[in-house]
């Protein structure tokens, strides 16, 4: 009988390290956006501005949306993403840290980059959105 309690704290803890936070339910939101080509849908999800850091090169944008050119990827072969590893580095109440791999998939479900990229989101008013995101190597918006 004095195992029951352990049992059940272990059973708990288990079951809530399956959890996904907040943040990282974002960025799984962010990346279902991007795949579907929804400018709105990205920019209400991406806080204004946002701030990408690709290979050490730092650009603006007063909204995600005009970050990405769609055309122009589609023409690099892409089709869609998919996130492979999604772990929440940090977090406390108004602040994360999210640790995204992802790879970019042509129209014949074949990877044609595979890439990490550091997200980190706030929380205005109850909500988070992503403000900015640093990548190592290279990385196309499509432009």
Excluded at 47 to 59: E, R
Excluded at 103 to 132: A, H, M, Q
Aim: glycine letters at 6%; hydrophobic letters at 40%; a negative charge.
């Amino acid at each position: 009988m004095r195992s029951l309690p352990l049992l059940i704290c272990l059973v708990c803890l288990n079951a809530n390290a399956g959890e996904v936070s907040a943040p990282q339910l974002v960025v799984e939101k962010y990346f279902e956006y991007f795949n579907d080509k929804d400018r709105d849908a990205l920019n209400a999800t991406t806080g204004q501005p946002f701030i990408f850091s690709i290979n050490g090169h730092i650009t603006r944008w007063d909204n995600y949306g005009d970050a990405v050119d769609f055309d122009g990827l589609r023409k690099s072969g892409w089709s869609y993403s998919r996130i492979h590893n999604n772990e929440l580095v940090y977090a406390d109440d108004i602040s994360a840290m999210v640790d995204i791999n992802f790879s970019r998939y042509n129209t014949s479900d074949e990877p044609i980059s595979t890439t990490n990229v550091v997200y980190i989101l706030v929380k205005r008013d109850g909500v988070w959105k992503l403000k900015s995101g640093f990548a190592n190597g290279s990385l196309t918006l499509g432009k």
